[in-house]
């Protein structure tokens, strides 16, 4: 069935770095594009960061931009993310999300997301 | 930056109709989606481009948008249907997606 598992995710000390990963199964992944969507203790969700099917395009959130970066590998149906510079307020849970490739398509699957905390 | 509005809470009977709303600026011209979030789990989507219903998703939840409101109703609530409701929408002045920040659906 259609699947998306993340991990990578745990605790880390400010200013050091993480990477997460998203596992994708049961679909043509290099047919869409991917997100990551984080969602702090209690509160809401937020878009973190977007890359096309084939990679060529990618968009953060102002919170991220210059600290984290998304890739993705379609030879291993698997997304990424590379968080840099960590701060407390990037605690949250990790989730990553699929797209159809166009227009501002709904985010249709979602897996169960990681969970990242900045601690020292 | 582009801001979603939607109310805290919501409160209904069991049996009634529920209406979230989702206020932007001039949100009417965008394509608005709808999550739901239950404790504990993922989101779910249950409306997408204002008023398309995904496979799976029963007919009792229904979309609409005009002007600077956007509005997600579910019919004959459920205990099943307490949930977090997020509408989101693509700005693309910024490349960004936005999300609002959530309504807490209470059936009564």
């Known amino acids: 069935q259609v699947q998306l598992v993340e991990s990578g995710g745990g605790v880390v000390q400010p200013g050091r770095s993480l990477r997460l990963s998203c596992a994708a199964s049961?679909?043509?992944?290099?047919?869409?594009?991917m997100h990551w969507v984080r969602q702090a203790p209690g509160k809401g969700l937020e878009w973190v960061a977007l890359?096309?099917?084939?990679?060529?395009?990618?968009y953060y959130a102002d919170s991220v931009k210059g600290r984290f970066t998304i890739s993705r590998d379609n030879s291993k149906n698997t997304l990424s993310l590379q968080m840099n510079s960590l701060r407390a307020e990037d605690t949250a849970l990790y989730y990553c999300?699929?797209?159809?490739?166009?227009?501002?398509?709904?985010?249709?699957?979602w897996g169960q997301g990681t969970m990242v905390t900045v601690s020292s | 930056s582009y801001v979603l509005t939607q109310p805290p809470s919501v409160s209904v009977a069991p049996g009634q109709t529920a209406r979230i709303t989702c206020e932007g600026n001039?949100?009417?011209?965008?394509?608005v989606h709808w999550y739901q979030q239950k404790p504990g789990q993922a989101p779910v989507l249950v409306v997408s481009?204002?008023?398309d219903r995904p496979s799976g998703i029963p007919e009792r939840f229904s979309g609409s948008n005009s002007g600077n409101t956007a509005t997600l109703t579910i019919s004959r609530v459920e205990a099943g249907d307490e949930a977090d409701y997020y509408c989101?929408?693509?700005?693309?002045?910024?490349?960004?997606?936005?999300f609002g920040g959530g309504t807490k659906l209470t059936v009564l």
């Open positions: 999300a699929r797209a159809p490739p166009f227009g501002n398509a709904a985010f249709d699957i």
């Open positions: 049961g679909f043509t992944f290099s047919s869409y594009a």
């Open positions: 890359i096309s099917y084939d990679g060529s395009k990618k």
């Open positions: 001039n949100i009417g011209s965008e394509s």
């Open positions: 481009d204002d008023s």
């Open positions: 989101q929408v693509w700005d693309p002045s910024s490349d960004h997606w936005v």
